[in-house]
Nanobody, 124 residues
Framework: VQLVESGGGLAQPGGSLRLSCAASGFTFSTYNMFWFRQAPGLERELVAG????????RYADSVKGRFTISRDNAAKTLSLEMNSLKPEDSALYFC????????WGSGDAAMDYWGKGTLVTVSS
């Protein structure tokens, strides 16, 4: 299994970034998938999740209305569109695969594979 994130970088407050995660080594279309983030000194937290079909999504309250998670099962790609960025969105963002295909919770302990992360910095 490999998960490779890209798209991070420096953005100004109010700006936008689009993160991507390229998945391989497992049947991507059968798993709900998730984005987590971890800021320095803080615990890793769930940012967003999407069901295997892409029809249902969930978001942390802090990003609702600003971030959009999506997936392309044919391309085996998970995406996170981030708009109206705030300095508090600065973190290392991870794509994660759960151990169970039916997992729909928010715990990072339920994930069995992680990407190395892509760094998002929001600053003027």
């Amino acid at each position: 299994v490999q998960l490779v994130e890209s798209g991070g970088g420096l953005a100004q407050p109010g700006g936008s970034l689009r993160l991507s995660c390229a998945a391989s080594g497992f049947t991507f279309s059968t798993y709900n998938m998730f984005w987590f983030r971890q800021a320095p000194g803080l615990e890793r937290e769930l940012v967003a999740g999407v069901t295997r079909s892409g029809s249902i999504t969930r978001y942390a309250d802090s990003v609702k209305g600003r971030f959009t998670i999506s997936r392309d099962n044919a391309a085996k790609t998970l995406s996170l569109e981030m708009n109206s960025l705030k300095p508090e969105d600065s973190a290392l963002y991870f794509c994660a695969k759960p151990r169970s295909i039916n997992y729909w919770g928010s715990g990072d302990a339920a994930m069995d594979y992680w990407g190395k992360g892509t760094l998002v910095t929001v600053s003027s």
